[in-house]
């Protein structure tokens, strides 16, 4: 692999921007997603891959990629990418990583990180000099910036208790099923790993606090086709505490029937609480004891570093592909050499598979109160 | 005391229901408004006495009751009251109510029914022959009936999660105080005791299910006057498993500021979801996999055992004192034999003063999981 | 009959107010609520008659009156009331009015106070030394006061428009029928006359400002069993200009599937805007450039004038009986000699019988714009 | 210029899509939206031309073109593209649009289709052969189609009235100025045209129905210093039926303050009734006598018509974006042959400058009743 034309992440470049090339692992859903943004970003998507050998002409496709390759061997020998993206079933995400990591390249790689605690630790060590981002995308809705931001400047008071949830409805009958399901392919946590760990991220993100201390139920409602034993959790419950001292639940379910995709937090402070709903991405709740506001994604008021990620007027709602554009531009204003703020990083990815890692073992251990390694 | 012309409880009456007579303890906020439920539902307000002989008179007027008492014991011996309404400060629930019911009277005892369990315990045990009832009066709004009964139906399906809290701000600065910060008055337990009772209650009403098992996490964060040692908690949480097997959690806090008085609780079923929100009791949402219906409070739509607490139609809101009279004229119902379902008693009273110990002793064992006592 | 205990209005009293003896006539929905209201005033329902004599006695039992009398002649001759409750068919209003006022009494007259602008004027000017009130209760919910007294206050800058509806669907199918339908019981307006009236009045009460010119339609679009040549009507839509030169609309229907009681306005102001919904009166938003609060029915917070009405501490919901509550109470304190602000008398009655009275003549013309009588 | 390669609309073509070639006329915020748009829909945008010829390769970088050229004769003349995009201020719509078809080019012209009526059948007149598009692009929201079919299939029963408002607050202070407030650029009408056109489109495009007389008044709030004489309205409000009886209001403002970009629209129906707020695209509120219901966008549910506009999972919103991506692929898949249902044409254009010219003659007659072309 040639990422020769590139410069390393913090130096800075003045010359006109080389278009990044992009290679894409897994055409699924989150593949075209990807493409997309990586598209939109300015790069060129030149390579996929799919899952099987006869399928990379598909994948191409599918994601509006240049050419298909066989294997990920192949992409990363010959394509001459400077950027993987790993959108693949999440147990596979660890090899690939490591293997565009050893090659040169720069890697945007799905949450989970990986399915293991080591394996996502040796990929955060292994990710020093290159750019290896994973997609917490939900950082770069405008109002969270905005909550970030004002909680950052401690207008909150005493940030008390939070209360918080991740609920969805896709798996709320028994004969849903999905890769996720099976424990060799989606790893030994499902409802956590696949939205938890969201919501973990968000929460620590908009507050710049850690989650020390928690104690995890967990139960499997459904026997489901393609379910292993153990069978990998449907919903998970959890009580925690904070470096700051902030108590915190947390209720991560998919099977709460009625609820898509609602990552919900509730911040609660002694001067003022917030409240953000991942499905009204442009609204954000600032309760006072004198009463409530809701605060508009408003170029004119949001903060700086809110309104960097506007794209459009008040009003004219901005959405889930908006996020995740911002993301890949960050990501890609990395690789050329800039650093812009909050972007989410092996390191991050490395925390919330931790988080994952404290859940199951609590749960485990009929809920005991498990450290989260920091 | 003289209470000759009264049935017992469970016999039923023909003739026109005579008058009840009723003695308020406690001329506060509540005192206020039992009096007033209680004139509502035809009774008359014969007594009330005050923390002081000398503020008899003053309480009588502040209550509307015909005349004041110097104390509790001249109340019961000489007023010739059927019912006494105990609305004082926490710790004095206990002796009040055991004076009472020693005297033959019926009795309504504010939540919590007791500052001790030994105390709960006997009240409970001694409250079989008379009818005696502690107000969580959340339970009479309609919509609230509409829960339960949709719940008793199995229109969840399976009860997978319930995600709970009740906020509110009134203490979010250290130099709010009440007498309720005063362990001596309150009882060890505040937020929980106070507001965290009401939630419990509600949620084991709607689903007829127990709270079996508990983690709890509680914080004091304002140093206050009237505050003693230990100091009782502004807020906690909780992480608890329930006899039918649903995980929840629970944040309880009076120092969330920008929330009022906000007992919230979504329940998370497998084919249907219900959330409700006390400060805007006529709705309740209900999801499905399909979308969601905002339900109102609609005579013409709701079961039976809700349109039993409809006084209005629907678009004319009721609101906390309709539930509370409610509650009154429940309780004023099963004095005269009646046996109207739901009616919230001293068992649970004593339920929820279990659930209370269970919490701070979890949380004095740094959330160390914890039985509740059936 | 003998009003002769009781002071004429604006004499102030220092003595202990005289318990008021009330009299009803109608005892269907709303003579229950006013005579609940009365009641919780401190009066005493010592009267009641129905539409024929033989119900006379079933029509005080429906209101808890201490006796039924066959017919408003004897209430007014032999009961002895100070102030008669008017809450039977719009028809009935004016005569029966009359004939109270004759004999004496104050009168509380349910809207529309008269189906014609002759009798309506007639009572207006009948009325000068009663207390003569015409329940527009929404007045009285305690956010209509803190808009009134943010817009006398200037806080909305110009008031440029007004967007208005009052949706309820009670009358949405074919079969639904009622005396209201029937232009000899209800009056020649149907929609507007029951339901536009309130709006009227609320607009004008929270703006001090008064709708002068107006284009208007109707429709009907059921046939109904008790619908007359012509027929009343099922909606009216306006368009108005107002003294203060804000241009508005208002929506008013009858047949609006799943709309109950649905009485909302937006006021539109180039400083602040503000949004009140009866079915959600707890609440009022305020718009502003830099973004949108939700103002709570918050003791803490509110106007002195809004606080006047608050019952319940924040959180607590209060509702439409409270509401009928506070005008019945201001209404006798009127007759006790006080002159609280903002009690719709029947001047006000009569201005929303012009304001209907314009609307017909409007309608008849083909949306011809016409002048509203001041 | 050479638009050769393209077939005609209508004729069905089974080889590859040929790249669009696209010129942006105005490169402004609408001109870097459509740009967008033209790439993400697979075209290639290869012109742009700016205000003044010294501005070209400035308009060029702007929205990514390859090419600026000095005006738009010389981008006709000899940039070879297929489809013109219109994104100037509104009086240049109609010369550029007449110029670029008949340089042979399809066109997509902003809103207002022109500034008069003459120009507007002009265009629509000329425009039969090649693809001509206006950018009502609120028709591309899914939950837009969801309530189109709905209403189509009778769902609604009697549509009976509709409420609506189109409140913005970007000029509500006297210091807000615009090239819209100036007549010679924007046109007669501000507030109509600019956004009162887009309500009208979207009211007509879901119901099927046409607004046949209207009522309307107008009002300048505001002086402001490009203001001309006659100045254009601040707001408008209109009273108006329809051909199939529906009697409706509308209140366009854009000095409301604290409403940035609110469309919203409530159609009330004998058996349902919905109600839509663009600022809340991915929800539609259906209400029926038993209940309201929030309909979500969710895949599994919707419509086909609407399907068709999912680019996400329920839950991971869609924004304004979203739905112009949709209209310019659209548009494209009509240049292509293909016939999308619900491609807003210059004879969509021609029918709200109709609508625009009645509110206009209506409001300078004081509100007499005027016909709407149809
Ligand atoms: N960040 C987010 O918000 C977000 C949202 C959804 C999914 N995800 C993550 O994205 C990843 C993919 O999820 P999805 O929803 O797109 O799943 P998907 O099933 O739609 O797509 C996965 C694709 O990977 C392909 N694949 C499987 N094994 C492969 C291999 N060895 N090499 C190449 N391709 C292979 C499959 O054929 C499939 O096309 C998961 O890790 C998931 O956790 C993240
Ligand atoms: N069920 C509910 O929804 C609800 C709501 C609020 C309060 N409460 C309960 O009601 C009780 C009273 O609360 P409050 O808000 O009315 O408090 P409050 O302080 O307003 O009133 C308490 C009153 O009791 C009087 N008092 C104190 N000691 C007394 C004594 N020994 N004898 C007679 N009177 C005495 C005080 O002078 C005061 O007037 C508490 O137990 C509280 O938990 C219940
Ligand atoms: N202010 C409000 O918010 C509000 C709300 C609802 C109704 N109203 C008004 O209240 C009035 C009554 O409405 P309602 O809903 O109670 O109607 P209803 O039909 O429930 O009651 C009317 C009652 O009047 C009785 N009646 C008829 N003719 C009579 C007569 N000549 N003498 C004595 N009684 C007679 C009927 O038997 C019936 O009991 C109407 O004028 C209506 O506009 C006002
Ligand atoms: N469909 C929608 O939802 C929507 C939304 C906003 C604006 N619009 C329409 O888009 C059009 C542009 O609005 P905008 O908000 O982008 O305005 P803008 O002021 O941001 O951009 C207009 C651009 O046109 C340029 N321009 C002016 N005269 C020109 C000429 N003769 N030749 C080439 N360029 C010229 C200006 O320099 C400016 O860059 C307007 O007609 C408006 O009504 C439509």
Not at 49 to 71: F, H, M, N
Not at 210 to 232: C, D, F, K, M
Not at 248 to 266: D, F, I, M, P, Y
Request: glycine share 10%.
């Amino acid at each position: 692999m040639s990422v020769t034309h590139l410069t390393a992440p913090g130096e800075r470049v003045d010359s006109e921007p080389v278009t990044l090339r992009v290679g894409v692992v897994g055409a699924g859903f989150m593949g075209r997603v990807h493409a997309e943004a990586a598209r939109r970003a300015g790069a060129t998507v030149v390579a996929a891959t799919a899952s099987r050998p006869d399928r990379a002409a598909a994948a191409a496709r599918a994601v509006g990629a240049e050419r298909g390759y066989p294997g990920v061997a192949e992409l990363l020998g010959t394509a001459g990418v400077d950027v993987v993206h790993i959108c693949t079933p999440n147990a596979t995400h660890a090899p690939v990583a490591a293997a565009a990591l050893a090659a040169g390249a720069h890697v945007v790689c799905e949450k989970p990180l990986a399915t293991g605690l080591a394996e996502a630790t040796g990929l955060a060590a292994a990710a020093v000099d290159r750019v290896a981002t994973v997609p917490f995308v939900y950082r770069f809705h405008p109002m969270v910036r905005e909550l970030r931001a004002r909680l950052a400047a401690g207008e909150a008071g005493t940030v008390a208790t939070v209360t918080g949830s991740y609920l969805q409805d896709w798996l709320s009958r028994p004969t849903d099923d999905d890769w996720r399901v099976d424990s060799g392919l989606g790893g030994a946590s499902r409802a956590f790993g696949d939205i938890g760990s969201h919501w973990a991220d968000l929460f620590e993100f908009v507050t710049g606090d850690r989650i020390t201390r928690l104690s995890a139920r967990t139960a499997v409602v459904h026997e489901r086709g393609t379910q292993q034993v153990p069978p990998t959790e449907d919903l998970a419950a959890l009580l925690f505490t904070t470096a700051a001292g902030t108590v915190g639940t947390l209720v991560v379910s998919q099977v709460a029937a009625g609820r898509k995709n609602r990552l919900h937090l509730e911040i609660s402070g002694t001067d003022a609480s917030f409240a953000f709903d991942q499905e009204d991405p442009e609204r954000l709740w600032a309760g006072r004891r004198a009463g409530g506001q809701v605060l508009l994604r408003d170029p004119a008021t949001l903060h700086p570093s809110a309104a960097r990620y506007v794209r459009l007027p008040a009003g004219h709602a901005q959405g889930y592909q908006d996020c995740f554009d911002a993301f890949v531009a960050d990501t890609y204003a990395a690789i050329r050499g800039e650093a812009p703020a909050g972007l989410p990083t092996f390191a991050d990815g490395l925390r919330t598979v931790r988080v994952t890692d404290a859940v199951l073992s609590s749960a485990a251990g009929d809920g005991e109160w498990v450290e989260v390694t920091p």
